[in-house]
């Protein structure tokens, strides 16, 4: 709603476990059970099961607790469905992306919550091409989820097998150092990383090593509690302060999946992504590495990045919040490069899906390239004022509420053409997130506070 551009890959109805990024929820609670798993594990075994050889699913996890339990769930119905399981163990989620293809696996499994807190976690399906499933894959097992498909499951003979591969965490390193232009070395740089206690704090730690940098780990000691506890990217206080401590070049925060990522400059100061996009873009232009002129960005990025991009012939092309929506119009428009302000970054030449790492070499090439600091390549265009709220409901979702294209038109009346008005439902969340931008920060702040009371007063009538 609101002055937001050009949007795709609105979800499709309501659903009965899919979010916007998979399963999500409280381990040990519905969706998140035993159950659930092990029916998802048959449903997804069935469905990808469609030629008659065997059948490999990968399955990846976080640091949780609980991935334990959802792993072996997962596992059991896999197997009872009659695919073979190559388990991998703690990886970042664009590593199950990469071992789907690289082992021309029929499915890739991530085990995450991503950014939560270790209470919840989720699960993320990739297709044999490396992709986050569509919106109607997804229904489609859903739909088998609630169907009786004994029948159907592996008879004795054809039960699936479990391995564990070993050299998985080695055959991503090598394909994350693979991105990073020839020639070029980190020698001489002091890195901080900070990979939120999550599934990345082995494999990025050993990447910047083996590339020359200096490395300080910041979140690499995971206990199954600690999962983006204080630490990561949405936590980047501590990031800052070990930067500032160490006399470090620059900064980077993972979270808990480490499919987005965060940075901070020498002097502490935050870099999201949005600069990180305009950085890669203009980089890649120079380059001649970006496919034609068009980046793709959500709803959510700021208005400075749309005329960042503008001041170098590129068009800022805005879908829905969600990462696998962006991945959509990237691969319908022939783009290479597109992300989220939360720092989900996808650089389609080397991923299928966003991934912290790479977004972060691309950025470490072009402060090696220039020899300038993280604070002067960073810092592409100064943001426009933006606010963020999020509006707690329960019951109906006031987004379906017959006064509230009235509010929306109050706003963008308010606002007129120097800003503009976003209101998404969360997708893991009982929320209502409020977003307003505009030049003025004074006027920002008027419209978030006007919109949100008209909303709150929606949920209490």
């Known amino acids: 709603m609101g002055k937001a551009g050009s949007q795709v890959g609105e979800p499709v109805g309501e659903r009965a476990y899919f979010g916007t990024d998979g399963i999500r929820g409280t381990a040990n609670a519905w969706p998140m059970t035993v159950e659930v798993a092990q029916k998802l594990g048959q449903a997804a075994g069935l469905y990808f099961s469609r030629r008659q050889n065997r059948h490999t699913v990968v399955v990846g996890k976080d640091t949780r607790l609980s991935g334990y339990m959802i792993e072996c769930a997962l596992v059991a119905g896999f197997l009872s469905a009659g695919m073979d399981v190559t388990l991998v163990g703690p990886l970042p989620t664009p590593a199950i992306a990469f071992l789907t293809r690289s082992l021309r696996a029929d499915l890739g499994v991530m085990i995450s919550a991503s950014h939560n807190p270790y209470t919840d976690n989720g699960i993320k399906l990739f297709g044999p091409d490396g992709f986050k499933l569509s919106d109607a894959v997804e229904l489609e097992i859903e739909n088998l989820m609630g169907q009786d498909i004994s029948a159907r499951l592996a008879t004795p003979d054809r039960i699936g097998k479990a391995s564990r591969l070993n050299d998985a965490a080695g055959r991503y390193i090598e394909n994350v150092k693979a991105s990073f232009p020839r020639g070029l070395r980190l020698d001489g740089l002091r ?60 900064g980077i925060a993972l979270d808990g999946d480490a499919d987005r990522l965060l940075m901070v400059d020498e002097n502490g100061q935050i870099v999201d992504g949005d600069q990180i996009l305009a950085l890669i873009a203009t980089s890649w232009k120079k380059r001649r590495q970006l496919n034609g002129a068009e980046v793709v960005a959500t ?21 829905a919040v969600g990462d696998r929506y962006v991945v959509e119009r990237m691969r319908a428009g022939g783009g290479n490069l597109g992300g989220e302000q939360s720092g989900h970054v996808v650089l389609s030449d080397y991923a299928t899906t966003g991934d912290g790492l790479l977004a972060a070499l691309q950025v470490l090439a072009v402060m090696v390239e220039t020899g300038a600091p993280a604070s002067e390549v960073c810092q592409m265009f100064s943001p426009y004022p933006q606010l963020l709220r999020n509006i707690r409901y329960q019951g109906a979702n006031p987004m379906q509420h017959p006064d509230l294209p009235a509010i929306c038109q109050w706003a963008e009346a308010r606002l007129g053409d120097s800003g503009r008005l976003v209101l998404r439902a969360s997708g893991t969340e009982p929320l209502i997130r409020v977003m307003v931008e505009a030049r003025d920060e004074a006027l920002v702040r008027e419209v978030v506070e006007e919109v949100s009371q008209r909303i709150e007063g929606l949920i209490t009538a």
Do not use: F
């Open 191 to 250: 890195i901080v990383i900070d990979c939120a206690n999550g599934s990345g704090y082995r494999v990025a730690p050993a990447a910047l090593w083996e590339l020359g940098a200096e490395v300080i780990r910041l979140g690499c000691s995971p206990d199954g509690l600690n999962i983006n506890d204080g630490v990561g990217s949405t936590h980047p206080q501590a990031l800052q302060e070990a930067v500032r401590k160490h006399g470090a070049h620059c």
């Open 299 to 319: 709803v959510m990025s700021n208005m400075g990045l749309e005329a960042c991009l503008r001041e170098h012939d590129l068009e800022l092309y805005r879908t």
